[in-house]
T-cell receptor, first 113, second 111 residues
Framework: DGGITQSPKYLFRKEGQNVTLSCEQN?????MYWYRQDPGQGLRLIYY???????QKGDIAEGYSVSREKKESFPLTVTSAQKNPTAFYLC????????????FGPGTRLTVT | GESVGLHLPTLSVQEGDNSIINCAYS??????FIWYKQESGKGPQFIID?????DKRQGQRVTVLLNKTVKHLSLQIAATQPGDSAVYFC??????????FGKGNQVVVIP
């Protein structure tokens, strides 16, 4: 069963702690993306990766970091420097960076108190 | 997620009626548009896409219309069902091959 998985579905952290969100895909896609979704707003791009060992900042990269050591995996770390980390985080992938059709994971709801 | 639908325009539709969801886009150079459906607590699902050289495309129970003159996109859902209740949002391509997403519209189907 091909697709994108994100874990966990819900995550709770105390302010000041770093937290890493998992994203795995078995679609053999080269490109992967992380978005943040807040109520009443469109998806905003945090980071994206065109290929293994490469990644680029999106529109709201401050306070976040990523790695792309394997094609299948694109974990996102929300650092303590992120001023407003509570949000719904969505991972997506596409065949290549020039392919517009992106497939989304189920999302992780992060709550920081 | 669960709260995505808050603060969004809401369309209430009687089951069996047709739904029309609208989207205004900003980039006149966009060459590709996508409609996504997002159910509560889930990730967005691709519904249908359309290229800028077309003005209409039909799928199963859905039709997308593109009016480039006024930069307007619409999604029509025929014979709306309870399972169609979700947030629907459009996406357009940007210059750097990225997608820009709209805020979305909440559709509520009344049985």
């Amino acid at each position: 069963d091909g697709g994108i998985t994100q874990s966990p579905k819900y995550l709770f952290r105390k302010e000041g702690q770093n937290v890493t969100l998992s994203c795995e895909q078995n679609l053999n896609h080269d490109a992967m993306y992380w978005y943040r979704q807040d109520p009443g707003q469109g998806l905003r791009l945090i980071y994206y990766s065109q290929i293994v060992n490469d990644f680029q900042k999106g529109d709201i990269a401050e306070g976040y970091s990523v790695s792309r050591e394997k094609k299948e995996s694109f974990p996102l770390t929300v650092t303590s420097a992120q001023k407003n980390p509570t949000a719904f985080y969505l991972c997506a992938s596409s065949m290549s960076i020039s392919s517009y059709e992106q497939y989304f994971g189920p999302g992780t709801r992060l709550t920081v108190t | 997620g669960e709260s995505v639908g808050l603060h969004l325009p809401t369309l209430s539709v009687q089951e069996g009626d047709n739904s029309i969801i609208n989207c205004a886009y900003s980039n006149s150079a966009s060459d590709y548009f996508i409609w996504y459906k997002q159910e509560s607590g889930k990730g967005p699902q691709f519904i249908i896409d359309i290229r800028s050289n077309m003005d209409k495309r039909q799928g199963q129970r859905v039709t997308v219309l593109l009016n480039k003159t006024v930069k307007h996109l619409s999604l029509q859902i025929a014979a709306t069902q309870p399972g169609d209740s979700a947030v629907y949002f459009c996406a357009e391509t940007e210059k750097n091959n990225r997608l820009a997403f709209g805020k979305g519209n909440q559709v509520v189907v009344i049985p």
